[in-house]
């Protein structure tokens, strides 16, 4: 099998590396990464989101979920109290 020399920026290096597995080569990661999972709809949104975005998603999930735990009672049916 041949290799080729490929040039990164420092941050898609960092990047990458971070993705890396333990015991893993980076042609392994790159591999496993680009494998297209029809599976999974979502995968092409991987990466449009940055952390603090994200956390503020959490965040405000998790709020969410405890006001209708509050409100509903947790694992109580809504129509019980009807």
């Known amino acids: 099998m041949g290799s080729k020399t490929v040039s990164l920026k420092d941050e898609t290096y960092r990047r990458l590396n971070r993705e ?29 989101v940055d952390e603090d975005e994200l956390e503020n998603v959490r965040t405000r999930s998790n709020e969410f979920r405890e006001d209708v735990n509050n409100r509903f009672g947790s694992g109580e049916r809504a129509d019980e109290d009807q």
């Open 20 to 48: 890396k597995r333990d015991g893993e080569s980076f042609s392994d990661a790159i591999d496993r990464l680009l494998v297209e999972d029809d599976t999974n709809p979502l995968r092409e949104l991987i990466g449009l």
